[in-house]
């Protein structure tokens, strides 16, 4: 079974960055949309970013002009470039297809991030 590991998470102030990895074990990267998900505590989990076979793109209204989200199909790594970081964006990410019902990809173990002063 295909396995997905985030990376990359911290604790970050205010307005600062992290880039945060997701590796497939499987070459899947490159034949599903994959997508960045974040759940906050007694919070759902929720769809930041996604991105197409193709290289579409599209993102939540929240993260919009401040995260970017990217592949490496020869690597098997989505990735997730996140800027102008706020409190709120505080929350364990989690990387998936952007139909994990459908595909049954199994979630990984996420990386926290923490964003505090």
């Known amino acids: 079974q295909v396995q997905l590991v985030e990376s990359g998470g911290g604790l970050v102030q205010p307005g600062g960055s992290l880039r945060l990895s997701c590796a497939a074990s499987?070459?899947?990267?490159?034949?599903?949309?994959m997508a960045w998900y974040r759940q906050a505590p007694g919070n759902q989990r929720e769809l930041v970013a996604s991105?197409?076979?193709?290289?579409?793109?599209n993102y939540a209204d929240s993260v919009k002009g401040r995260f970017t989200i990217s592949r490496d199909n020869a690597k098997n790594t989505v990735y997730l470039q996140m800027n102008s970081l706020k409190p709120e964006d505080t929350a364990v990410y989690y990387c998936n297809s952007v139909m994990p019902l459908v595909t049954n990809l199994a979630w990984g173990q996420g990386t926290q991030v923490t964003v505090s002063s």
């Open positions: 499987g070459n899947i990267i490159s034949i599903y949309a």
């Open positions: 991105i197409t076979s193709g290289g579409n793109t």
